[in-house]
């Protein structure tokens, strides 16, 4: 089993990362918040803690392996108890994964279920099967994990602005991989910085 990568980040892309460990690449499934993080990465040495599992349906005879890729092995830990939860399961868990694990790890302990209820994929009943199987189980990463305003240094914003204005987007149409990219140009482009979400989502506007 493989359970760590190190190696050359020569490929970025809305939902895996691509590392170069010669003489082979990987490619590297990873969550939204762990994209943002590689952003200002690419062709450098990277390494990323593994999980791999198998994608398909074994009845229909098409069995493909992948990787998952995290920064810590305290996020990689996080993910397999968020994805052991009923009805969650890896591919809704690694499209929930748009905020910092310390954040949703606080969401769960707090019990607030209507936070966690406006991750993608994440409605309120899993919410709430969320919060009544993991609550006594996210001490780790909230000891272990940096908070949310230490990530994302690259863009030099909280992590909650840029995300809200991530969801917000998400919540006003757009799809996952639009609204990325509307934030991502946007944030590239912009040196000010934006106080919250709602001036980061009127800059899009002006822009366009």
């Given at each position: 089993m493989?359970?760590?990568i190190t ?11 691509i590392?170069?460990?010669a ?17 200002s ?6 390494s990323?803690y593994?999980?791999?599992y198998?994608?398909?349906a074994?009845?229909?005879?098409r069995?493909?392996?992948r ?7 305290v ?5 397999e ?16 994964m ?14 607030e ?9 994440i ?7 969320i919060?009544a ?6 001490s780790?990463a909230?000891l ?16 909650d602005v ?7 987007l ?13 934030v991502?140009?946007?944030l ?13 989502l009127?800059?899009i506007?002006?822009n366009?």
């Amino acid at each position: 089993m493989i359970v760590k990568i190190t190696g050359k980040l020569v490929a970025l892309y809305n939902d895996r990362a691509i590392i170069e460990a010669a003489p082979f690449e990987y490619e590297t499934l990873i969550p939204e918040f762990t994209r943002r993080q590689l952003q200002s990465e690419l062709q450098k040495t990277v390494s990323l803690y593994t999980l791999e599992y198998i994608d398909g349906a074994p009845n229909q005879g098409r069995l493909v392996p992948r990787l998952l890729g995290f920064l810590t092995d305290v996020e990689r830990e996080f993910f397999e108890i968020f994805c052991s939860v009923d009805g969650v399961g890896t591919k809704k868990a690694l499209r929930a994964m748009v905020r910092p694990v310390r954040e949703i790890a606080e969401m769960i302990e707090q019990q607030e279920h209507k936070a966690l209820a406006t991750l993608p994929g994440i409605g309120p009943a899993t919410a709430e099967r969320i919060v009544a199987k993991l609550r006594r189980k996210v001490s780790k990463a909230l000891l272990m994990t940096p908070r949310p305003s230490d990530a994302l240094a690259d863009v030099d914003l909280p992590s909650d602005v840029v995300n809200d204005a991530y969801l917000a987007l998400i919540g006003l149409g757009h799809s996952e991989a639009e609204a990325r990219r509307l934030v991502d140009e946007l944030l590239a482009k912009s040196k000010r910085k934006f106080k919250d979400s709602a001036e980061i989502l009127q800059a899009i506007w002006d822009n366009r």
